[in-house]
Nanobody, 121 residues
Framework: QVQLVESGGGLVQPGGSLRLSCAAS????????MSWYRQAPGKERELVAT????????TYADSVKGRFTVSRDNGKKTVYLQMNSLRPEETAVFCC??????????????WGQGTQVTVVS
């Protein structure tokens, strides 16, 4: 059974930090590109960061560059999102997504349920 389980969300003050984790099971994690998305109340879902499957190449939304860091541990089948200098407008549900990186699984993708991040003073 495929599962993506996020954790690490919570309440934090502006300027604070959180580290999100997304633990995968039920598929070959190292063959998937992993991404973090967020959706704030009343807004569309936004791509925050992506990390490729083997080389670990990262890309970020302009709004989080220099503050957020995405990483992965293929041995632990987990992707992380370190978030620093958080802002109130970044209050959102953060979700991870797995997308197949090979020709054999390029059409496969999976989503986690999400974890709430609330930035408030």
């Amino acid at each position: 059974q495929v599962q993506l389980v996020e954790s690490g969300g919570g309440l934090v003050q502006p300027g604070g930090s959180l580290r999100l984790s997304c633990a995968a099971s039920g598929f070959t994690f190292s063959n998937y590109v992993m991404s973090w998305y967020r959706q704030a109340p009343g807004k569309e879902r936004e791509l925050v960061a992506t990390i490729t499957s083997l080389l670990g190449t990262t890309t970020y939304a302009d709004s989080v560059k220099g503050r957020f860091t995405v990483s992965r541990d293929n041995g632990k089948k987990t992707v992380y999102l370190q978030m620093n200098s958080l802002r109130p407008e970044e209050t959102a549900v953060f979700c991870c997504k797995a997308k197949g990186a090979l020709s054999s699984n390029s059409g496969q993708f999976y989503w986690g349920q999400g974890t709430q991040v609330t930035v408030v003073s």
